[in-house]
T-cell receptor, first 113, second 113 residues
Framework: EPEVTQTPSHQVTQMGQEVILRCVPISNHLYFYWYRQILGQKVEFLVSFYNNEISEKSEIFDDQFSVERPDGSNFTLKIRSTKLEDSAMYFC???????????FGQGTRLTVV | GENVEQHPSTLSVQEGDSAVIKCTYSDSASNYFPWYKQELGKGPQLIIDIRSNVGEKKDQRIAVTLNKTAKHFSLHITETQPEDSAVYFCAASDNTNAGKSTFGDGTTLTVKP
């Protein structure tokens, strides 16, 4: 069964460093998403991406965040200068169209120290 | 923006009993309501969804009901099994970007053998 894959599963980084979280969406999907989940809290929408551009973003997705689809298969989330409060699980998701359900990856646990 | 409230936050049932989780939403434009199951260390997995043109949907032991007038929807799990133990999230989105969901706070379901 096709699935969304994310790497790495766990990333530890120093405060102020840049991190790139990687995702390979399901191959025929056209919509891509990033969500985050701070430990013990709800899953929060960050950004959606379609046709090589951001289609929607939340208030959380400020200038320190960026997304890219560099090569037609990977979908990345970059955090430019990490803060302690960026520590969370980051989930990538993809959907076939804007009308269909999203499938989530297993997540990347980001720990900022 | 959309606000989704979910109750209860924790639910403990005996194996074989039924479990009901309830959610309310605020934005009348929402018309797609997925339910996700999240097991420890994994990403949310879609278990059932409902669209606003349908009042009820069933899939084996799982059913979801939607009352669009009252803006609430519920998940019903019958004949619960220990493997149903997980965190369940309700979510709401609109059809134009179904993968962009507002999640509830989650319900930790424990099924005791």
């Amino acid at each position: 069964e096709p699935e969304v894959t994310q790497t790495p599963s766990h990333q530890v980084t120093q405060m102020g460093q840049e991190v790139i979280l990687r995702c390979v969406p399901i191959s025929n999907h056209l919509y891509f998403y990033w969500y985050r989940q701070i430990l013990g809290q709800k899953v929060e929408f960050l950004v959606s991406f379609y046709n090589n551009e951001i289609s929607e973003k939340s208030e959380i997705f400020d200038d320190q965040f960026s997304v890219e689809r560099p090569d037609g298969s990977n979908f990345t989330l970059k955090i430019r200068s990490t803060k302690l409060e960026d520590s969370a699980m980051y989930f990538c998701a993809s959907s076939e169209s804007g009308l269909t359900e999203a499938f989530f990856g297993q997540g990347t646990r980001l720990t900022v120290v | 923006g959309e606000n989704v409230e979910q109750h209860p936050s924790t639910l403990s049932v005996q194996e074989g009993d039924s479990a009901v989780i309830k959610c309310t939403y605020s934005d009348s434009a929402s018309n797609y309501f997925p339910w996700y199951k999240q097991e420890l260390g994994k990403g949310p997995q879609l278990i059932i969804d409902i669209r606003s043109n349908v009042g009820e949907k069933k899939d084996q032991r799982i059913a979801v009901t939607l009352n669009k007038t009252a803006k609430h929807f519920s998940l019903h799990i019958t004949e619960t099994q220990p493997e149903d133990s997980a965190v369940y999230f309700c979510a709401a989105s609109d059809n134009t970007n179904a993968g962009k969901s507002t999640f509830g706070d989650g319900t930790t379901l424990t099924v005791k053998p």
